[in-house]
């Protein structure tokens, strides 16, 4: 799904790097539609959900689900995903991964 939204090149660099990205260049790559102060996040997410609660609830079901299936199923999509991640779970790079998140510090792989 992130492929569609970024486009394969952008989607596989960030899966490839695992870098982090700040919120003006996934506003730039589409990824959010806007970018506000932390302050300010609950009352603008409201504000939209007051703004679409406004319109007919069918029409705006209807619209969700026409969103809604232009991507794969996403079933499928998670299914494969676990597929190719539970192997890793556990291992010594996974466990590097998480312990060098924790202290922000660079990961030290080793392939196992």
Not at 53 to 66: E, F, H, M, Q
């Amino acid at each position: 799904i992130l492929s569609a939204v970024v486009g394969p090149g952008i989607a596989a660099e960030m899966a490839y790097t695992g870098r982090v990205y700040d919120a003006q260049w996934a506003l730039a790559k589409g990824l959010v539609n806007e970018v506000v102060p932390a302050d300010d996040l609950m009352s603008q997410a409201e504000s939209l959900a007051q703004e679409i609660a406004a319109n007919p609830p069918l029409a705006v079901k209807a619209t969700k689900a026409l969103f809604n299936s232009h991507y794969p199923d996403l079933n499928r999509v998670i299914e494969t995903e676990h597929r190719a991640n539970d192997p890793l779970r556990g291992t010594s790079d996974q466990t590097e991964a998480v312990q060098a998140f924790l202290e922000k510090r660079a990961p030290r792989f080793t392939g196992s």
